[in-house]
């Protein structure tokens, strides 16, 4: 088992990361959970562990900024379970959901690759190459046309019908 990164939380707010030994910020931190590193955020003069609060921090952050993904109503809905009687039940259901719903997205994500074969830009760099055979076939055709209206010996080329010619 892998061991457990620790990050220690000083009471200046500034995070430092004991296995690289240097300070990293709020958006380091989240990086490491993209890239699925297992960490702990320990406050410096306690050894508490406040993991949680510095993942709700970030959640705040980028709820503020672009998009939000949690609704008012949702965390409205969340908020309304703290002292339920079912408020222990409800972390461990959204958590089941969400690994529902992660196992769903891979799966959707496994078949249309399988399906398709290729990453979205292979598709599209593979359409674009086709796209421009087809154009240069219709250019190569024309050219070809032209070429043998004009420049066939002993073939003869229709007059245009423009309706400028004299009557006899």
């Known amino acids: 088992m892998a061991q457990v990164r620790i990050i220690k939380k000083y009471p200046n707010r500034r995070l430092y990361d004991t296995e690289i030994s240097s300070y990293i910020t709020l958006e380091d931190v989240r990086q490491l959970i993209v890239d699925g590193e ?3 955020v320990r406050d410096a003069r306690s050894g508490n562990d406040i993991t949680r609060s510095v993942l709700l921090q970030i959640i705040a952050e980028h709820e503020q ?22 408020q222990g039940f409800m972390g461990s259901y959204l958590e089941r959901s969400m690994q529902l719903f992660l196992d769903q997205q891979q799966q ?8 398709l074969g290729k990453t979205p830009f292979a ?3 593979q359409l ?4 421009m ?3 240069r076939e219709l250019q190569s055709g024309l050219i070809d046309k032209m070429g043998t209206s004009q420049d066939a010996p002993g073939e003869v080329r229709e007059k245009p019908a423009t ?4 009557r006899r």
Do not use: A, H, V
């Not at 900024?65 to 079912?86: A, K, N, V």
């Open 128 to 131: 674009t190459e086709r796209n």
């Open 65 to 86: 900024d672009g998009q939000p993904m949690l609704s008012t109503e949702l965390l409205s809905q969340i908020i309304r379970f703290y002292g339920d009687s079912l």
């Open 108 to 115: 959707f994500r496994s078949q249309l690759n399988s399906m």
């Open 38 to 40: 297992s960490f702990e």
């Open 163 to 166: 309706g400028t010619g004299k």
């Open 133 to 135: 055979d087809l154009w």
């Open 123 to 125: 598709m599209l760099n």
